[in-house]
């Protein structure tokens, strides 16, 4: 009965495994396919349309571009993220349940209501939209995420350690420096990769906050809606394999850290 | 454990830095830098509000901000307010809604839509989770967890693309069916509520996943066996130990999906059709199409907030009295 149990719902997984994956690997598949008509079957296949994206200035551009707005929408959010998780994580305070409730706020407003919200106020603060305004949305809806992390990480840590930083004599900027900060970075490092993901691969803030210049899910959007063609699908197959070897590498990464710490 | 991190012989000097001439105790003995540290640390309050001033002003400008301008916006009557004119303030953008069938129709088909497609993540992911928590050895979850993380890295309109090319007309669905000789003809999956919602759970079940699988994880499994040994069957064990202890996953499992699935723009462009057209359609056309309409669709998208909100809210007293129903 129970045997009969495991293995019926270890198909079920790996029926769903299946799910996740086969429409990806379709879809890189279709991007070797010597064709422009996009469909199956495959019957001749060829590498012309990745050498054609890596040939593409504009292509490779919108990565750059893409990879800057990541990199820096990341530092903005870990730093605000980590301060307020100390803050949370710190001395009880009146009013410390609604100020988690307003950090977490960003990451629960849908994405096309977050997005709109972003694009009126941007045009309140002055912001033109373009690289500035999508780094800062983009900054904004991923603070939530390292809170959440690094809180997890900071409640963890035994106060003993800072009490003993301070009892040696270190004022608290010392103690934050040489004692917390080193106990969080497996967190921060986690978190960043987590954010440099989400912004790269959002779409829905970088179409609003966008200006002329598309950010790559952008412009993935923009030729889906013109007509699908294998070169599209060797541009997300570039990114695919950007965002998945990332992943994989901050997950293995991040679990030695842990280990090790 | 990194207590021996931090433990690591540190002498006083070292720690506060005093005396050496290392960096630390160089800043140590840098009149302004002991200035500064005198002046925050001078009481433990003052500590406090300087340590909280810059969180609760960031969170009050960036997160609350933008909530609060649309929700300003949606009541005025221009936006942004052109050279020469006044602003009003007015109902009318709400009105608008009220007023006008052909906006009811997307509204209710995002919110029941939504509903439902994360019905089917709940019971698509259920049975995955609970045979990762139930299952699997501890070494074997996390890798077997990590191989259902890698698509999930993957942007949100990669992934629409790659369930396009899955269920498209000459689309892999059709490829297989027509071989293995069910059909003549391609069945048209594509824009329709169909291929939407394939879309939408594909790109939502991680979220549901998680939840259940952190509260299945919690779970001991002597609960199971005690009801076992007092008779009950596999059925009834499910029924009444493991569904009812794993409803806070459930209930944010599904806040989770229902909020993210009524905020999906590119997916429902991409893979809906005139028919299926939702709300966050309509809102954006009031900022892109439509020229500059910024109030009504400042209103909509407050409306649609706040329709969302309500509903989950109302979900989650619904989950809660049936936990505590439950208990008694």
């Not at chain 1, 495994?17 to 008509?37: A, R």
């Not at chain 1, 694009?119 to 983009?138: D, V």
């Not at chain 2, 299952?135 to 074997?140: E, L, T, Y």
């Not at chain 2, 989650?316 to 049936?322: D, G, I, P, T």
Request: aromatic share 14%.
């Amino acid at each position: 009965m129970n045997r009969g149990n495991r293995i019926l719902l270890s198909c079920v997984y790996w029926a769903f495994v299946l799910y996740v994956f086969v429409p990806l690997v379709l879809m890189i598949m279709m991007g070797f396919k010597d064709s422009k008509f996009i469909g199956f079957p495959i019957r001749s296949w060829t590498l012309d349309w990745y050498a054609g994206v890596f040939a593409n200035t504009e292509v490779l551009a919108t990565f750059g571009y893409s990879v800057a707005i990541a990199v820096l929408s990341t530092l903005i959010s870990v730093a605000v993220g980590t301060w307020i998780a100390v803050l949370l994580e710190g001395r009880k305070f009146f009013g410390r349940a609604a100020l988690f409730g307003l950090t977490i706020l960003p990451a629960l407003v849908p994405g096309i209501i977050s997005a709109i919200a972003f694009r009126i106020y941007a045009r309140m603060l002055g912001i033109e939209p373009g690289m500035g305004a999508i780094i800062w949305a983009h900054a904004v809806h991923n603070v939530p995420f390292v809170v959440l992390v690094v809180s997890a990480r900071l409640s963890t840590m035994p106060k003993s350690q800072i009490e003993a930083a301070r009892d040696l004599g270190a004022d608290p900027i010392v103690a934050f420096l040489r004692i917390t900060l080193p106990y969080l970075v497996p967190a921060i490092l986690g978190a960043s990769i987590f954010c440099l993901l989400l912004s790269f691969d959002d779409f829905v803030r970088s179409f609003f906050l966008g200006g002329y210049k598309p950010t790559l899910p952008v412009l993935i959007f923009a030729k889906l809606k013109s007509g699908m063609s294998p070169e599209i699908n060797a541009i997300a197959t570039v990114a695919l394999v950007l965002t998945a070897a990332i992943g994989l590498w901050a997950e293995r990464f991040t679990r030695r850290m842990n280990k090790e710490s | 454990m990194s207590d021996d991190a931090a433990g690591r012989s540190f002498s006083k000097a070292e720690i506060a830095g005093q005396g050496e001439r290392t960096f630390w105790g160089r800043l140590a003995n840098w009149p302004l830098y002991r200035g500064f540290t005198a002046f925050l640390t001078a009481s433990p309050r003052r500590q406090f509000v300087i340590l909280a001033i810059f969180p609760l002003i960031w969170v009050l400008t960036q997160h609350l901000g933008p909530m609060l301008q649309m929700l300003r916006v949606s009541l005025t009557d221009a936006y942004p307010v052109a050279p020469g004119t006044e602003q009003h303030f007015t109902l009318q953008n709400y009105t608008r809604f009220f007023g006008d069938r052909i906006f009811w129709q997307p509204f209710f088909r995002t919110l029941i839509f939504a509903g439902v497609f994360t019905f089917c993540t709940l019971i698509l992911t259920y049975p995955v989770a609970y045979f990762l928590a139930r299952h699997v050895s501890r070494k074997n979850q996390v890798l077997m967890l990590l191989l259902l993380l890698i698509p999930f890295w993957v942007g949100e309109v990669v992934r629409t693309y790659a369930i396009m090319i899955l269920l498209g007309n000459t689309g892999a669905v059709n490829m297989v069916l027509k071989w293995i000789g069910l059909i003549d003809r391609p069945i048209p999956f594509m824009y329709t509520s169909f291929s939407m919602g394939v879309g939408i759970v594909y790109l939502t079940a991680l979220y549901m996943l998680l939840p259940l699988y952190s509260a299945l994880e919690k779970l001991p499994k002597s609960y199971n066996e005690a009801a076992a040994d007092l008779g009950a069957g596999a059925w009834t064990r499910f029924r009444r130990v493991t569904l009812p202890l794993t409803l806070e996953g459930i209930s944010s499992g599904c806040t989770l999906v229902f909020l993210i699935s009524t905020g999906f723009y590119a997916t429902p462009v991409l893979l809906g059709g005139p028919s299926t057209t939702v709300f966050a359609e309509t809102i954006a056309g009031f900022f892109h199409v439509a020229g500059d309409q910024w109030p009504t669709g400042a209103a909509f998208a407050t409306i649609m907030f706040a329709a969302a909100l309500v509903l989950t809210g109302i979900f989650q007293k619904l989950m809660n009295s049936l936990r505590k129903g439950d208990t008694k």
